[in-house]
T-cell receptor, first 113, second 111 residues
Framework: DVKVTQSSRYLVKRTGEKVFLECVQD?????MFWYRQDPGLGLRLIYF???????EKGDIPEGYSVSREKKERFSLILESASTNQTSMYLC????????????FGPGTRLTVT | GQQLNQSPQSMFIQEGEDVSMNCTSS?????WLWYKQDPGEGPVLLIA???AGELTSNGRLTAQFGITRKDSFLNISASIPSDVGIYFC???????????WGAGTKLIIKP
C-alpha cells in the first residue's frame, strides 16, 4: 500500500511566521503534489514536482514555495503566513509515466491567526 | 483553473438505496479517477479508468469511462452508513501531470 505521511495533522501559526509543511512518501514515486482544500472551492493545486529539485507552479502558487531535495520528500513553505492561508493542505504522490493516479496523505489543517 | 462538472452536489439517501453520480467535461480525457474523502482525512482512490467504455468495479462500487471520453459515472449499490462522505471525480487530458477535479458529491444518510 502507498503511504503518504504529513508532518502535522493540525497547526496553528501567527501572521507573518514562516511555516514548513512536510510530506513523505514511501513508494518511490516520481511525482509529488501540494493542494489546498477550502469549502466550496474543491481541491486546488499549489505546486507539483516531477523529479528531485524540479517544480512546477499549479493554479495558486502565490504566497507559497516548495522544496524537493530528496525523491521521497516534498516540502511546502509559506514564507510569511497570512490569515487567508488558513486551509486544509493535502500532499499527494504519483508514479508518473502514463500513470496519473495520485495518493493522498491525511492532510494538515493549518490555522493562521 | 478548469473544473469538471460533477453532479449532484449532494444526495440524501436511505440505507440500502443505490446511488449514482457523474462528471462531465468540455474536453476529452484519457484517464478518469474516483476518490472518496471522509471528514478531516485525505481523499482515497476508489477506481481508476484508462479506456473509453471501460466499466470497473470495486466491491459495491462501479464506475464507467464514458464512450465520448468526456464523462464518467460512479454507482454505489445497496448503500450503507459508512458510504457517507464526499466523492470526487478527477480527470487527466493532455496536459502535464495535473488532474482536473470535480467539486464533489456529498453523500448523506437520511435519519
Amino acid at each position: 500500500d502507498v503511504k503518504v505521511t504529513q508532518s502535522s495533522r493540525y497547526l496553528v501559526k501567527r501572521t507573518g511566521e514562516k511555516v514548513f509543511l512536510e510530506c513523505v512518501q514511501d513508494m518511490d514515486h516520481e511525482n509529488m503534489f501540494w493542494y489546498r482544500q477550502d469549502p466550496g472551492l474543491g481541491l486546488r493545486l499549489i505546486y507539483f514536482s516531477y523529479d528531485v529539485k524540479m517544480k512546477e507552479k499549479g493554479d495558486i502558487p502565490e504566497g507559497y514555495s516548495v522544496s524537493r531535495e530528496k525523491k521521497e520528500r516534498f516540502s511546502l513553505i509559506l514564507e510569511s503566513a497570512s490569515t487567508n492561508q488558513t486551509s486544509m493542505y493535502l500532499c499527494a504522490s504519483g508514479a508518473g509515466g502514463i500513470i496519473y493516479e495520485q495518493y493522498f496523505g491525511p492532510g494538515t489543517r493549518l490555522t493562521v491567526t | 483553473g478548469q473544473q469538471l462538472n460533477q453532479s449532484p452536489q449532494s444526495m440524501f439517501i436511505q440505507e440500502g438505496e443505490d446511488v449514482s453520480m457523474n462528471c462531465t467535461s468540455s474536453s476529452i480525457f484519457n484517464t478518469w479517477l474516483w476518490y472518496k474523502q471522509d471528514p478531516g482525512e485525505g481523499p482515497v482512490l476508489l477506481i481508476a479508468l484508462y479506456k473509453a467504455g471501460e466499466l470497473t468495479s470495486n466491491g459495491r462500487l462501479t464506475a464507467q469511462f464514458g464512450i465520448t471520453r468526456k464523462d464518467s459515472f460512479l454507482n454505489i449499490s445497496a448503500s450503507i452508513p459508512s458510504d457517507v462522505g464526499i466523492y470526487f471525480c478527477a480527470g487527466h487530458g493532455d496536459s502535464n501531470y495535473q488532474l482536473i477535479w470535480g467539486a464533489g458529491t456529498k453523500l448523506i444518510i437520511k435519519p
